[in-house]
């Protein structure tokens, strides 16, 4: 008789439910939350287990990657699809909510996400850590401005690498200042020097990869956004359809529709939060900023006129995710002119 296994994932702890095929409990308890541990768990029911399922957390792919290098089948389901699952129940618990899941590997009442690679993981690591410093100087940078605002002090605008003298010079002025200011100063020019080096990395890391090195051919993506798109995707055959990265990415409109009405509202918003920015960021310099005409500018710039630049650039960023999608499985270079497949598949 096949088990199936439901695994509620905790920092400490991992509520563990192991079900028989007619529905009845085989064991239930708590073990570590660590692979090794939950192997051996149930190295009882080795030979027997169909699957193990478990719901993505920030712990998921660690320990789905440990169970599956032990050979067993297990699944990491979609967060929303098992809340609702799990919400049928009257007593949320860690106990109750392993068993919901085992009911779901059971019925096959589950959706799989995909769960990312070892260096995709890395990658991504690299991507949130470079966003996290630059926004950790930026943050010291407006502190420093709103203290000296008080005292009358105005930085105005400049340039981030005449930032630290500016501000010497008004601490001059108001020399009172300086032990409040100057560590916040030293604390964001280190930064700022620890982050030049980082991003440097990034940019050489960039350009090594033959597929990053593609990506790059579209106007407005740069190295950043190219090296987030891969960590993103990360396998790109998981995709049916180019079409449906944009709404993997989120940037797609909802749609509510019960009976009479039918409504299209603002993006899902699904996805990778940090992974639409830089489509955003890459949307903007592409409609802005791009001196080479294109496609897939000339779309976006008619578009704006008629619906506004917010509405073209989250319609070009959908796009320029679905172009690079494309481009990646194709394995060729961004056309300028208009394609029969890439611009087909975008439209």
Known sequence: MKVFVGLDISLQKTAVCVENEDGTIAWQGKVDSEPDALVAALEAWRGSIGLV????????????SGIAAA??????????HAQ???????NKTDKNDARGIADMMRLGHFRPVHVKSVPALHLRTLIVARKQMLSAILKLEATTRGLLRIHGLKVGVVHRSRFAARIQELLREAPA?????EPLLEASDIMRQRYVKFDLYLRRLARRDKVCLRLMTVPGVGPITALAFRATIDDPKRFSSSKTVGAHLGVTPRVYQSGEMDHSGHISKCGDRLMRYYLYEAATTL???SKHWSALRSWGVRLAKRQGFKRARVAIARKI???????WLNEESFRFTRGPEIMAVAS
């Open 287 to 289: 409609l802005s900023r």
């Open 71 to 80: 050979g067993i089948d297990v699944r990491c389901i979609e967060t929303r």
């Open 321 to 327: 995710a679905i172009v690079m999608h494309r481009m």
């Open 84 to 90: 609702r699952f799990l919400s049928t129940r009257p």
């Open 177 to 181: 200042l300086g032990p409040a200011i």
């Open 53 to 64: 399922g478990l719901e993505a957390c920030p712990l998921s792919e660690w320990i789905y």
